[in-house]
């Protein structure tokens, strides 16, 4: 179910970015992206971009929702300077921010609670993280790696340590 999901809709933005193209001998100073990813902390994230010359500003988001404590949800953004914008290949260094939060269920809590007739602990696990992170991310024909060290954590609950993702943006 969802591999059909981004399939489709990794095909809407191959589309649209079609429709949206044009061939003209002069190259516009502004980038547009869209695209898909999956990765860390965030496993499935929607990518979107927009660029004037190499100054490059990205927003990446998703969620899931399974249950009441079943559940992940994330965003990032970060300001980047783009090398090698003209040939297909980019390396992009910036710096960024985030914030991810995930609630699975814990079912050796749910069962010590049972035991013990009343709520003595919290039926789940929990995790979030919101930080400040230098970025780097390579891409060639659009397919993408992105790399973020987390330097500045406001929330010390299981700081993370590497950020990544992995997926395709298609531009135009």
Same mark, same amino acid.
Not at 119 to 132: C, G
């Given at each position: ?38 990765? $860390?902390?965030? =496993?499935?994230? @929607?990518?979107? %971009?927009? &660029?004037?010359?190499?100054? !490059?500003?990205? /927003?990446?988001? #998703? ?21 090698? $914008?003209?040939? =297909?290949?980019? @390396?992009?260094? %910036?710096? &960024?921010?985030?914030?991810? !939060?995930?609630? /699975?269920?814990? #079912? ?65």
């Amino acid at each position: 179910m969802l591999l059909k999901r981004l399939v489709t809709i990794f095909f809407l933005i191959f589309c649209t970015g079609n429709v949206l193209a044009k061939d003209s001998p002069e190259k516009s100073p502004w980038t547009f992206e869209a695209g898909i990813s999956a990765g $860390r902390p965030t =496993p499935i994230m @929607l990518n979107a %971009g927009v &660029g004037y010359k190499n100054i !490059f500003f990205r /927003a990446m988001g #998703g969620g899931m929702y399974f249950g009441t404590d079943d559940f992940w949800v994330g965003f990032r953004g970060g300001f980047a300077w783009e090398f090698f $914008r003209e040939l =297909p290949f980019t @390396l992009d260094l %910036g710096i &960024g921010s985030g914030y991810a !939060f995930a609630k /699975a269920p814990n #079912g050796y809590l749910k069962a010590l609670n049972r035991a013990n007739g009343e709520r003595m602990v919290r039926s789940y696990n929990y995790k979030e993280a919101l930080d400040i992170s230098p970025e780097i991310r390579a891409s060639i024909y659009g397919i993408f790696t992105y790399i973020a060290i987390p330097v500045h954590c406001f929330m010390k609950h299981d700081e993370p340590t590497v950020l990544w993702q992995v997926g395709y943006a298609y531009r135009f």
